[in-house]
């Protein structure tokens, strides 16, 4: 069985910093890509960064050069460093990470989310 535990999450005033973090337990064999997605009230689930097993980056558009996505994958962990926050980043965070379990399966994972509110 798999688990990610996220942490980091709470309550920032605008233009203030949060680090979020990731951390995939269980029966792993190796983790592909790991991200960070949202969800803020009333809107769909959206990515916010991803990062694939070999370093690359991909950031939504909204926080290009606000953001970076970093892992750590002796620990099976991935961070999300969140700067210059906005009220309009409010949202859970959900972690997420495409990894092959030790049972030999393909597939993704979800983590139980984390509230970030930023206030103006």
């Known amino acids: 069985q798999v688990q990610l535990v996220e942490s980091g999450g709470g309550l920032v005033q605008a233009g203030g910093s949060l680090r979020l973090s990731c951390a995939a337990s269980?029966?792993?064999?190796?983790?592909?890509?790991m991200g960070w997605y949202r969800q803020a009230p009333g809107k769909q689930r959206e990515s916010v960064a991803v990062?694939?097993?070999?370093?690359?980056?991909n950031y939504a558009d909204s926080v290009k050069g606000r953001f970076t996505i970093s892992r750590d994958n002796a620990k099976n962990t991935v961070y999300l460093q969140m700067n210059s926050l906005k009220p309009e980043d409010t949202a859970v965070y959900y972690c997420?990470?495409?990894?092959?379990?030790?049972?030999?399966?393909?597939?993704?994972?979800w983590g139980q989310g984390t509230q970030v509110t930023v206030s103006s």
């Open positions: 997420n990470a495409v990894l092959w379990s030790g049972r030999g399966s393909l597939r993704d994972y």
């Open positions: 990062i694939s097993g070999g370093g690359s980056t």
């Open positions: 269980g029966s792993i064999f190796s983790i592909n890509a």
